[in-house]
């Protein structure tokens, strides 16, 4: 019997991995296989990679650092498509332009050096361009709202789309980009900074995360999107339920939104603590927490 994968293989110009566990593709260190991980060479690649999948009837989602991302434990069918690739970068005066797949820590320092203010907010932020506008992932000093003035992506057909900034529906950790588009690439207006200036704010920030969050440990950084006035590690750790474990997986000792992989644990378990903090957060103070973290895939 003949597999797609083949045909795609012959089509893209980059990687093509079959069955590839995403364990080793996302931060928590979870996930069963996706049936084809894809890595297009570049943007006419990943264009041509979505045109075929469409033709074919086949599913083809984004994948970005897999810093945000619970992947669940029977895999993902169709093909995950990786940003690794995307790389470029150009800068004109204050404006940088790159493509999805740029580290957001290599985008903040390339403005740094050039003295560019504006992206301090992604100070200790990991991740990729396209994942971080998707989220529209930020920190107290700001998100990718503020800065962001076009994106580019291809949608499941292989055709280009630009919006403007309204036009993406930025909102607080996330965005109205439909999901059935990857990003492809943006562009960022930034201002004129003194270095020292980029780097005070930074370093404040990372020094407050150093202190707040847990370390050597598998994760995906918050959880739980902050309920409107209030914090959702705090309402998690007034339930008691700081340290709590199922299987290997813990609602961190150290910060409450997190919940880690101590190693070994299973998407399973991490949903099993997930509901349960969103029942006794509901029954204890009637707030219904919403994931910050995507959940893909299906159970095994
Ligand atoms: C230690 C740690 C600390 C963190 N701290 C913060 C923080 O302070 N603030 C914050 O906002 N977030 C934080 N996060 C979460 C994470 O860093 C961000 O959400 C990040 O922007 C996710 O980017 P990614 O490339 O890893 O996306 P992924 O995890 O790969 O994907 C996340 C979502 O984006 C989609 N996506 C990925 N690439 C694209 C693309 N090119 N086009 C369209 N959709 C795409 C995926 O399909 C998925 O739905 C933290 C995570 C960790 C592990």
């Not at 332009?97 to 504006?118: D, P, Y």
């Not at 396209?130 to 998100?143: H, P, S, V």
């Not at 292989?158 to 990003?183: H, M, Q, T, W």
């Amino acid at each position: 019997m003949s597999d797609w994968r083949e045909d795609l293989a012959a089509v893209c110009r980059g990687e093509v991995r079959r069955d590839e566990p995403l364990a080793k593709h996302t931060t928590l260190r979870i996930g069963g296989p996706v049936d084809a991980w894809v890595a297009p060479a570049d943007r006419a690649d990943l264009a041509a990679v979505r045109a075929f999948c469409h033709a074919r009837g086949i599913l083809s989602a984004p994948l970005g650092a897999g810093s945000n991302l619970l992947v669940k434990d029977g895999g993902v069918r169709g093909v995950l498509v990786a940003t690794d690739h995307l790389r470029a970068l150009e800068r004109t005066g204050t404006v940088i332009r790159c493509e999805a797949g740029v580290s957001t820590g290599k985008l903040l320092s390339v403005a740094t050096i050039a003295e560019l203010g504006g992206l301090e907010f992604l100070g200790g932020v990991p991740g990729s361009v396209g994942g971080g506008l998707l989220g529209n992932a930020g920190t107290y000093l700001g998100e990718f709202k503020d800065v962001t003035t076009e994106v580019v992506s291809i949608d499941a057909a292989g055709r280009e789309i630009r919006r403007d900034n309204p036009g993406c529906g930025f909102v607080y950790r996330g965005s109205a980009l439909p999901r059935s588009e990857i990003v492809a690439s943006a562009t960022f207006a930034l201002r004129p900074r003194p270095r020292a200036e980029i780097d005070a704010d930074v370093r404040a920030l990372r020094d407050r995360r150093h202190a707040r969050e847990p370390k050597k440990v598998a994760n995906a950084g918050s959880f739980f999107k902050n309920p409107p006035g209030d914090f959702a590690g705090r309402l998690i750790e007034a339930c008691g339920l700081k340290g709590r474990r199922q299987g290997a997986a813990e609602i961190s000792a150290v910060h409450a939104n997190w919940i880690v992989n101590t190693g070994g644990a299973t998407a399973a378990d991490v949903l099993v603590l997930v509901e349960l903090a969103r029942a006794e957060v509901e029954a204890r103070f009637g707030v219904h927490l919403e994931l910050e973290v995507k959940v893909v895939g299906e159970d095994r």
